[in-house]
């Protein structure tokens, strides 16, 4: 995985010394259902969570520059929400960030340059994101990085004792990408 940086930010792959840093902020009740999974209970199962995300290497933590200190993590995973596009080269991002950082634009800040990599590096056409219905917090990052509501699914979370959930799916072709990006270059 190659590291991406923002003005505040370095999205990098995980380290295993990065453990307290994963459990300060996933043993949060905030934090975790919000996504889909249960809080951590002890730093050792931040530990494990940490090197499925070395071996999956679609997970980034995001590190705040100002404090050298991983706040959240982000990744580009291999989903493909919509049976009718699947012949499209497509991730979805997800995210999740420490409650105390929350309402400082960190994650619109990440989401951006991780689209930029996705549709720059990786030379994907879509990109997805999704949130539950009761995630506002996520449905507001959607909306303000530029993605376009798509539809909805009803679903069970296997992690969360088969809760029932509606998730939001969002997402932004490469083409509308471009576009905008163009439209801000002329100014």
């Known amino acids: 995985m190659e590291a991406l940086k923002t003005e505040r930010l370095i999205l990098r792959e995980w380290k295993e010394t990065d453990s307290q840093d994963l459990y300060e902020y996933a043993k949060s009740e905030l934090v975790g259902p919000n996504a889909g999974w249960k809080p951590h209970h002890n730093e050792e199962e931040s530990k494990e969570i940490i090197k499925m995300f070395i071996r999956s290497s679609d997970t980034y933590a995001v590190v705040l520059k100002a404090e050298n200190k991983v706040i959240g993590s982000i990744g580009l995973h291999d989903r493909k929400p919509d049976d009718s596009l699947v012949e499209l080269k497509q991730k979805e991002i997800g995210y999740v960030l420490h409650p105390?950082?929350?309402?400082?634009?960190?994650?619109?800040?990440?989401?951006?340059?991780?689209?930029?990599?996705?549709?720059?590096?990786?030379?994907?056409?879509?990109?997805?994101?999704?949130?539950?219905?009761?995630?506002?917090?996520?449905?507001?990052?959607?909306?303000?990085?530029?993605?376009?509501?798509?539809?909805?699914?009803?679903?069970?979370?296997?992690?969360?004792?088969?809760?029932?959930v509606t998730t939001l799916y969002y997402c932004m072709f490469k083409s509308n990408y471009i576009e905008d990006n163009e439209s801000f270059n002329k100014y």
């Not at 951006?112 to 996705?118: D, Q």
Request: charged fraction near 30%; aromatic fraction near 16%.
């Open 100 to 164: 105390e950082y929350w309402g400082r634009g960190i994650i619109p800040e990440a989401v951006n340059r991780v689209i930029t990599y996705g549709f720059n590096k990786l030379n994907l056409d879509l990109i997805w994101c999704g949130h539950f219905n009761f995630n506002q917090n996520s449905k507001r990052v959607s909306e303000k990085c530029g993605f376009t509501y798509r539809f909805q699914k009803k679903e069970k979370l296997k992690l969360l004792g088969n809760k029932d």
